[in-house]
């Protein structure tokens, strides 16, 4: 993410005030705002000694619109643009092209006062540090808010000793997790609250983390830190790289060097008031449809999918489409090729170097119309499941246990039965029915299995 903004304090007229230069360094920018919500996330990532809001808020919280819009206003009490210099004309304003851009030292600045409603939320902002913000205002409009004052330390450390059942956390099916799930627990705890609501239980070092300690830590929570990441997450993978998925289902992948050190975590059920928690509604409109079933016949793979999202429509209108679907049984979710040995894995891989493209959907796009024949979707039963966040865990846990999802049936002929031989032991996996580049037409006879 580029940063936006060069920012200086000038003056810390009292203990809950302070006023800032602020300079437009990237013309995305374009703005200097007066808004609660773009300097709570200004004076979060502040790189002062003893930020409270850091250690109360993580970015992911404070860079969430809805979150922003009802909370702001608890911290930040009052904003007053006290001057601007070298404003953009009205013809620059979302034209980063405009001749006004071309001069970075003649940009947008200018002096901002900032009262907020407790002194520790600026106590690290110390006068004439400075640093560089990627900060943005993603809201007009904010609530009101009552004042939010700092915990103490007494009040912020109770951790819960067990995970399953724990308030901090929501039941999910491992199949969630499709391309690992037969290494999890038939049901995952996910973090449902953020990143700061979560406390190591210990730390230990990339050194120390062995193959048989990473295994005992796949499918729980763990806390990390690396160069360019920190967590909690769940670790729901171990191959070249690790995958961290956190309560929102977003996946982070972590070579083996990329962080400083591990461990498992835990709920500090202090922290929970702010965020608001996970819960499946939300959940359910993130995950990818699950390939649950294959059945072969000659040249023909017959799919059952299931999809979470509510009223989901599943499609595979172009041969490229249909590759790209049927690719995810040998690449991950970072474009990593994970079972070489299957015919469809070596194909690929063998055209991406003698096309000498960087990206597997280059050579989608190029081989796709040789190598599907025919591709036919069709929904075969309805979701049968009640509304989840009125249910208690273990009433999730039950209805999770019918595999309640709306039910598909995909059939694939391919140009050879080669291409498809791997995918009994390939399922469960995740589909991927995103739209593709066009495929380029095909002359000549249809591809084979050649012994690549």
Not at 34 to 46: K, N
Not at 252 to 263: H, P, Q, V
Request: contains cysteine; hydrophobic residues 40%; aromatic residues 12%.
């Amino acid at each position: 993410m580029s940063e936006l903004y060069q920012v200086e304090v000038t003056n810390r007229p009292d203990d809950r005030t302070v006023e800032l230069y602020i300079k437009v360094i990237h013309p995305d920018a374009m703005y200097i705002y007066d808004t609660p919500g773009f300097y709570l996330m200004l004076l979060q990532e502040c790189p002062g000694t003893g930020n409270q809001l850091a250690t109360e808020l993580d970015y992911g919280t404070v860079a969430d619109a809805n979150w922003l819009k009802k909370y702001a206003r608890g911290f930040i009490e009052d904003v007053e643009i006290i001057s601007l210099e070298n404003k953009p004309p009205k013809a620059a304003l979302n034209n980063s092209s405009h001749k006004y851009w071309e001069a970075g030292s003649a940009w947008l600045s200018g002096t901002i006062r900032i009262r907020v409603t407790d002194p520790a939320w600026v106590a690290h902002v110390e006068n004439r540090l400075a640093w560089e913000s990627a900060a943005y205002d993603p809201n007009t409009r904010y609530n009101k808010c009552a004042p939010i004052l700092p915990e103490s330390e007494a009040e912020a450390d109770e951790v819960v000793s067990e995970v399953d059942y724990s308030q901090g956390f929501l039941p999910v099916p491992n199949y969630f997790f499709a391309a690992t799930s037969g290494l999890l627990s038939p049901i995952i705890w996910i973090p449902k609250y953020g990143e700061n609501a979560y406390k190591p239980l210990e730390k230990i070092a990339q050194e120390n983390l062995t193959e048989e300690v990473m295994k005992s830590f796949l499918g729980k929570l763990v806390a990390f830190e690396g160069g360019w990441s920190s967590g909690p997450g769940i670790l729901t993978g171990m191959n070249s790289m690790f995958t961290i998925s956190d309560g929102s289902m977003g996946i982070a992948g972590m070579s083996r060097t990329d962080y400083d050190w591990m461990g498992l975590a835990t709920f500090n059920t202090r922290k929970k008031r702010l965020k608001d928690p996970m819960n499946y509604h939300s959940l359910l409109r993130r995950i990818d449809p699950m390939v649950a079933e294959v059945k072969l016949d000659g040249k023909t793979a017959i799919f059952t999918v299931y999809t979470f999202q509510e009223n989901a429509v599943l499609k595979l209108e172009t041969t490229s489409e249909a590759l790209t679907f049927l690719s995810r049984s040998v690449v991950d979710n970072f474009g990593t090729f994970f079972n070489e040995k299957s015919k469809l894995s070596q194909f690929l891989q063998a055209k991406k170097e003698e096309y000498d493209v960087h990206f597997l959907s280059q050579v989608i796009t190029k081989v796709a119309s040789g190598m599907v024949v025919r591709t036919a979707v069709s929904k075969v039963k309805d979701a049968s499941h009640p509304d989840f966040d009125t249910l208690n865990n273990d009433e999730i846990i039950e209805v999770l246990q019918t595999m309640p999802w709306a039910t598909w049936e995909i059939s694939l002929e391919m140009s050879d039965a080669a291409w498809i031989e791997h995918l009994p032991s390939a399922v469960p996996f995740e589909g991927s029915f995103s739209m593709t580049n066009p495929p380029e037409s095909w002359e000549g006879e249809l591809l084979t299995w050649k012994g690549e």
